[in-house]
């Protein structure tokens, strides 16, 4: 069985860049690494190492496919199917420094994808939210400010 690759992950990974895992270097993207360094999900314990500093964690959702068609005949794989799912760019800052440098990462992170099509036009990025979560969070050296942006892919593979 072949089993494919998520589009939508390794899109997004291109489009804003990444850390290698394998060498640790920087795969650039669109996104400014000096204002906050990236660590997609699964890609690490927590904050970069070295002194408390901005960072922010990358995690995709995804619901697996929504049915938009009807009556193609006999093979159910002729139908519409769209993919629908929420990225979350959990942006942490230095406790205590208050919530304007996290607000700025948030709000340009968030403006990057407004608009935005990937995969051909197929992957479009809708509506986003600052703080939807756990808004002002506080965990140990961090305070925590997330922004979620739901995103749709038509006709996925």
Request: aromatic content about 10%; proline content about 5%.
């Amino acid at each position: 069985m072949d089993l494919p690759y998520d589009p939508v992950f390794d899109a997004i990974r291109e489009f804003l860049g990444c850390t290698d895992i394998e060498t640790g270097a920087l795969v650039p993207g669109n996104w400014d690494f000096s204002l906050a360094p990236l660590v997609y999900e699964n890609e690490g314990d927590g904050p970069p190492s070295g002194e408390v500093s901005n960072w922010v964690l990358v995690v995709l959702n995804s619901e697996l496919y929504g049915q938009q068609s009807i009556g193609a005949g006999i093979d159910q794989a002729a139908n519409r199917w769209d993919e629908d799912g929420t990225l979350w760019l959990h942006v942490f800052t230095p406790r205590g420094t208050g919530s304007r440098e996290a607000r700025r990462i948030a709000k340009g992170l968030a403006n990057m994808f407004r608009g935005l099509t990937m995969l051909n036009g197929r992957l479009e990025f809708m509506d986003a939210d600052m703080g939807a979560g756990d808004p002002g969070a506080e965990n140990a050296n961090y305070y925590l400010l997330s922004v979620s942006i739901e995103w749709r892919v038509i006709d996925a593979e």
